[in-house]
């Protein structure tokens, strides 16, 4: 068990579908993230939240859209995927103050058809 | 624009061997240096250094930073098949929550 749980720990869908990735730390951070994971590239930040409020939206498509509605909670809704979308995404959580390394969950591994 | 580089992008050894894996960055404002494993999925934190010299240590894997040069090295001692993983640094910026990741070392330990 990490302190972040994710959930599905799979998920496939068409391009036409919406759907959406929970995360869940457990760790009392004020600071969650959404990464990117492909093959053959560096992980990749799409969204972070701190305190609740967005702080960075790397120039990620509006396909993906972000809810952080406490400082425990993480959502990453999507919708009309397209397959190079297929990817590990990975959520993390950090304390804002600084000094504090990322702990990740282990992944939602989506596969767009 | 903050950059990682982590080198070599992959390697394999024997158990026992000793390998050290390296990463150089260029970042605006540095506030520290991350080093993660990851076997399957959640990358685990190993190290975090934010002092240029001070080598810290943790059973066989060490880790050092020298922010004139702008790297970083960790070490692992005699290596074993349950250190096959791949070893991710990465870097966090003074404004915050900015960790960029470099490609990662992909490490294979064969008995």
């Known amino acids: 068990e990490t302190g972040v749980t994710q959930t599905p720990r799979h998920l496939v869908m068409g391009m036409t579908n919406k759907k959406s990735l929970k995360c869940e730390q457990h760790l009392g951070h004020n600071a969650m993230y959404w990464y990117k994971q492909s093959a053959k590239k560096p992980l990749e930040l799409m969204f972070v939240?701190?305190?609740?409020?967005?702080?960075e939206n790397n120039s990620v498509p509006s396909r993906f859209s972000p809810e952080c509605p406490n400082s425990s909670h993480l959502f990453l809704h999507l919708h009309t995927l397209q397959p190079e979308d297929s990817a590990l995404y990975l959520c993390?959580?950090?304390?804002?103050?600084?000094?504090?390394?990322?702990?990740f969950g282990n992944g939602t591994r989506l596969t767009v058809t | 624009e903050d950059k990682v580089v982590q080198s070599p992008l992959s390697l394999v050894v024997h158990e026992g061997d000793t390998v050290t894996l390296n990463c150089s960055y260029e970042?605006?404002?540095?506030?520290?240096l991350l080093w993660y494993k990851q076997e399957k999925k959640a990358p685990t934190f190993l190290f975090m250094l934010?002092?240029?010299?001070i080598e810290k240590k943790s059973g066989r894997l060490s880790s050092i930073l020298d922010k004139k040069e702008l790297f970083s090295i960790l070490n692992i001692t005699a290596t074993q098949t349950g250190d096959s993983a791949v070893y991710l640094c990465?870097?966090?910026?003074?404004?915050?929550?900015?960790?960029?990741f470099g490609p990662g070392t992909r490490l294979s330990v064969l008995p």
């Open positions: 993390a959580s950090s304390q804002e103050s600084g000094g504090s390394p990322l702990h």
């Open positions: 939240y701190s305190l609740e409020e967005r702080v």
């Open positions: 970042v605006t404002n540095f506030r520290s």
């Open positions: 934010t002092s240029s010299g």
């Open positions: 990465a870097v966090e910026d003074n404004y915050g929550q900015n960790f960029v």
